[in-house]
């Protein structure tokens, strides 16, 4: 007997729509992945990834984590990052925030909250990075705002790590994007953050930095 019948029957009828429309498509993608983009998003069910941009399976390389972080030490999506950019050969990483982060708001609420806060403290980092800035708002703005400065920061992670280094030296082409999503509207918003090489990035960061703090 299965469990959760319901998924099953959706499922199906999700195979069969698609081989209607493209009675290759799943052999064509069993045979390989040629993904242009990386996602690294939230774990939030109301932000899917594929959906949102309008892309097939096969089209988009994704790692979700709550608050969408990246961290130097976590090894989960540092191996995501260097498959998607060595093997796969992504063009673009997108690390995209959401407004109404469950994570960054529990990062800005004391607490305690169990476990969640050894992963929340890196936005708790980036939080009292722009504390001055940020403690000037009310608390609706102080949320939108942190939720856009932490998806820089972790953009600004990425382009850190070793694997993005690596590519850029050996002149491969990738980009880092830092987009914020709207979960009330659906909408998408582009930080103005894209980081291409090594040299630019640190004062990119900062023009984008300036330009969300500078935003009523
Ligand atoms: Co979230």
Not at 40 to 62: H, Q, T
Not at 118 to 125: A, F, K, M, S, Y
Not at 171 to 195: F, T
Request: negative net charge; glycine residues 6%.
């Amino acid at each position: 007997m299965k469990t959760l019948p319901e998924l099953f029957i959706s499922n199906r009828a999700w195979a069969e729509r698609m081989t209607r429309h493209d009675p290759e498509f799943f052999e064509r993608l069993s045979r390989q992945q040629a993904p242009e983009y990386l996602w690294i998003g939230c774990s939030d069910s109301r932000v899917p990834a594929n959906e949102i941009v309008g892309l097939m399976p096969g089209e988009m390389f994704v790692h979700r984590n709550v608050a969408n972080v990246v961290v130097q030490t976590d090894l989960n999506c540092l191996s995501v990052l260097q498959f998607a950019i060595e093997v796969l050969r992504v063009r673009h990483v997108i690390v995209c925030g959401h407004y109404g982060c469950g994570g960054i708001n529990t990062a800005l609420d004391k607490g305690p909250h169990g476990l969640i806060d050894n992963w929340l403290r890196h936005v708790q980092d980036v939080h009292q990075k722009y504390r001055l800035d940020l403690d000037k708002l009310d608390a609706q703005h102080r949320l939108d705002r942190l939720c856009e400065l932490n998806a820089l920061e972790q953009a600004r992670n990425v382009a850190r790590t070793t694997v993005v280094q690596d590519a850029w030296a050996r002149k491969q082409p990738l980009e880092i994007h830092s987009w914020i999503y709207g979960i009330n509207d659906g909408l998408l918003r582009d930080l103005g953050l894209v980081l291409a090489n090594s040299a630019e990035s640190d004062a990119v960061t900062r023009d984008s930095v300036s330009q969300i703090l500078a935003q009523r």
